[in-house]
């Protein structure tokens, strides 16, 4: 448990103090009043140093994250993602989806927001596709139907919001929305669930004499046999 593990160093150094104190003859008030003192010349000196000293241990005790976790994150423009492998009183390591690792100051995580995936409950499933204009009359029958099917696949959380409606008209044909939840942690194996879920909307909407529709676009050339191709012959 980090929490007992800070309390015992805690305990451990206020008894290394009280020794000292006992040893050199000084009050252990004076002893705490000297280490006061240096502490704030060295703080002055060393400010870098101690905020992320005062990282670790509010990571320790706070515990956002322990080593194993996927943790998700920016810092400095860039987005940081990977599992953390140790927790320092300094820095944390970080190992990304390359393996490589990166060592990342603890005040870091003080001043941004961490997400942790690994403690998430539900991945989300959110999906827009166009159905062409000419398919009015089968709009209806494709949501139903689009809905049955999915509420069939496995880990489909039906107390989460679950949504499969008609949203707008676009450029090439009726905008459809589709967003529910898997009640699930893995990443991977939302990556399986999605594609069965893809597979169960593109199976209706074939099933029932319908096409996603795409942009497709004409273009209009002249007679082949009215184009002349002109350019001088090479002298043999």
């Known amino acids: 448990n980090r929490t007992t593990s800070v309390s015992i160093w805690l305990l451990i150094s206020l008894g290394i103090l009280q020794v000292l104190s006992t040893f050199l ?6 002893t705490l009043a000297f280490g006061g003192a240096g ?8 400010k870098g140093i101690f905020e992320n000293f005062f990282g670790g241990l509010m990571l320790l005790l706070s515990e956002p994250f322990v080593p194993g976790d996927m943790v998700h994150f920016e810092y400095g423009g860039a987005i940081l993602e990977g599992r953390i492998e140790r927790v320092g009183w300094y820095q944390t390591r970080l190992r990304g989806r390359d393996t490589r690792p990166t060592y990342i100051p603890n005040n870091v995580f003080l001043q941004n927001l961490v997400t942790n995936m690994d403690r998430i409950t539900h991945r989300k499933f959110e999906h ?10 089968l709009v209806s029958s494709i949501l139903s139907k689009i809905k049955a099917a999915l509420k069939e696949l496995p880990k489909v959380d039906l107390l989460s919001p679950f949504r499969v409606y008609l949203v707008g008209y676009g450029e090439w044909g009726f905008q459809i929305s589709i967003v529910f939840y898997f009640a699930i942690k893995s ?6 669930l999605q594609q069965m879920a893809l597979l169960a909307i593109g199976k209706v909407i074939s099933e029932n004499g319908s ?3 795409c942009p497709i676009y004409t273009v209009n050339l002249p007679e082949f046999s009215k184009l002349e191709v002109r350019g001088e012959r090479s002298k043999k």
Do not use: T
Request: aromatic share 16%; hydrophobic share 50%.
């Open 25 to 30: 003859r000084i009050p252990i008030a004076s």
């Open 128 to 137: 827009n596709l166009i159905i062409p204009f000419q398919d009015l009359n």
């Open 187 to 192: 990443f991977d194996e939302y990556l399986h």
């Open 211 to 213: 096409e996603i529709a």
């Open 39 to 46: 502490g704030i010349a060295f703080g002055f000196a060393s």
